[in-house]
């Protein structure tokens, strides 16, 4: 099994995001599970990467050419794949993941956990997202999801399909425990084809 791991390529302003960066990497080598993530060493990213690969972890980066030349592409790691562009990145992180994981991060990371969560809403893929909560971290946009809900524009069976969680030792039980949302998106909760809206 393999995670694709998003998160930031800054540390933030508290050192409890380092801790769960490191939490994770421990708990997912410990369990077997290979990474895949954006394959720079700053940052979390570079946090998650060095912690696995000391553990003894495999740890498969994906980075842009362009990210390369600016110096931070991670030179140890078990596998680099240098790609042309960023869709060319999220892509083959998504391909070679079985489930994904968001630590907290900016917006490359929102970016990156809304297209996965997007090609699952559209039946593109299967696989299970969680996010990690670390001090609270996504509980504004936890309830930003929660008044889409409400306002009707994301069926409740989508928002309930990201997982959060807030210790990281507790993803894999959550990606375990996981199951697909029934229906789509224009599908309401009793399964009946919703109307068209002008």
Do not use: C
């Amino acid at each position: 099994m393999r995670v694709a791991v998003f998160t930031g390529s800054s540390f933030g302003e508290s050192d409890k995001y380092a801790q769960a960066a490191a939490g994770l990497a421990r708990h997912l080598v410990a369990n077997a599970v290979g990474i895949v993530y954006g394959g720079a060493h700053v940052g979390l990213m570079g946090i998650v990467a060095d912690t696995a690969l000391e553990a003894g972890g495999e740890v498969v980066g994906v980075i842009p050419g362009t990210l390369v030349d600016a110096e931070i592409a991670h030179r140890g790691l078990s596998e680099l794949h240098v790609v042309t562009t960023m869709h060319e990145r999220k892509a083959l992180m998504a391909e070679r993941a079985d489930a994904f994981v968001a630590l907290p991060g900016g917006a490359g990371t929102l970016e990156e956990v809304f297209e996965v969560w997007t090609w699952q809403h559209l039946g593109l893929h299967r696989k299970p997202i969680v996010m990690v909560n670390t001090a609270g971290y996504w509980t504004p946009l936890v309830r930003a999801l929660d008044q889409m809900v409400d306002a009707g524009f994301l069926h409740r069976g989508q928002r309930d399909s990201l997982r959060l969680v807030d210790e990281p030792e507790q993803v894999l039980t959550a990606i375990r425990d996981w199951r697909p949302p029934t229906g789509t998106r224009w599908d309401d909760d009793s399964g009946n084809r919703t109307r068209a809206r002008a």
